[in-house]
């Protein structure tokens, strides 16, 4: 097994919550995700983000199966990638993240585009970054990042240009190649959740075009996310805090 072989694999055990032993009287993910929705609904209340008009839950049915619950109160089974822990919950990733949207920069800013992500250490390089005037900035540098952001391209996703946003002294503008997240839920454990290659096989799945091909943020929004209980999201530091 080559060293890059070891650590998907023990990535994908931390994904599947194999990697540090399993607590049944932890606090369940379901109450994280609470805390989740009632952070979105304060920033709604704020008119910092939209409503979700098309929110979907997912559930776990006494035939231990998985179903999604729409909107209209219909239900549909749904296959999900792997077997987690009971303490855990499957959810689309809309369900976990927000941003606040984009806007043309009318201030001078730092410009993070893909090829400002290192992508052997998956950080973003900001002494690298590009200083630009309202003037000078590209059509793409449009998207509004917060400390702990967590950026995803999804343009040529095979490639990992993942990072979180560690540093925010100055005002930062993000490429609209990214999505943006930003969450309740521990930025690590969710940057190496979509650096696993279980998680970069579905987006590619989902993906079109040849040369750059990309995913579409209502595709990417569908994808499936294994959430941890919140005490045991925080022990993903153990990966590497980057």
């Known amino acids: 097994m080559t060293p890059e072989q070891l650590k998907a694999s ?12 399993q607590n049944p009287n932890d606090e369940p993910a379901s109450e994280l995700l609470k805390r989740i929705k009632a952070e979105k609904e ?12 098309k929110e979907t ?5 006494d035939d231990g199966k998985h179903y999604g619950k729409f909107a209209d109160g219909s239900t549909q089974e749904i296959d999900v990638p792997y077997d987690i822990p009971d303490t855990w919950e499957w959810v689309r990733i809309k369900s976990i993240y927000w941003n ?32 630009l005037s309202p003037e000078q900035a590209p059509s793409r540098a449009r998207k509004l990042v917060s400390q702990n952001s967590v950026l995803f391209s999804t343009v040529r996703p095979y490639l990992k240009n993942i990072a979180v946003v560690r540093e925010l002294k100055e005002y930062l503008i993000a490429s ?3 999505i943006v997240l930003d969450t309740l839920l521990n930025e690590t454990y969710l940057k190496y959740y979509l650096l696993s290659d279980n998680f970069i096989n579905r987006v590619n799945n989902k993906s079109t075009g040849t040369s750059y091909p990309a995913i579409n943020d209502y595709n990417f929004n569908l994808l499936l996310i294994a959430l ?15």
Do not use: C, W
């Open 10 to 21: 023990i990535l994908q055990r931390a994904m599947e919550g194999k990697l540090v032993p």
């Open 57 to 61: 839950e997912i559930f776990r049915g």
């Open 100 to 131: 606040f949207g984009q806007n043309k920069p009318e201030k001078s800013f730092r410009y993070i585009d893909t090829s400002s992500i290192d992508r052997k250490k998956n950080i973003i390089n900001y002494k690298n970054l590009q200083y």
């Open 228 to 242: 941890p209980p919140l005490s045991h999201n925080k022990s993903y530091h153990l990966l590497g805090k980057q």
């Open 176 to 178: 609209t190649a990214f």
């Open 42 to 53: 304060k920033l709604i209340s704020e008119g910092k983000i939209k409503r979700d008009k």
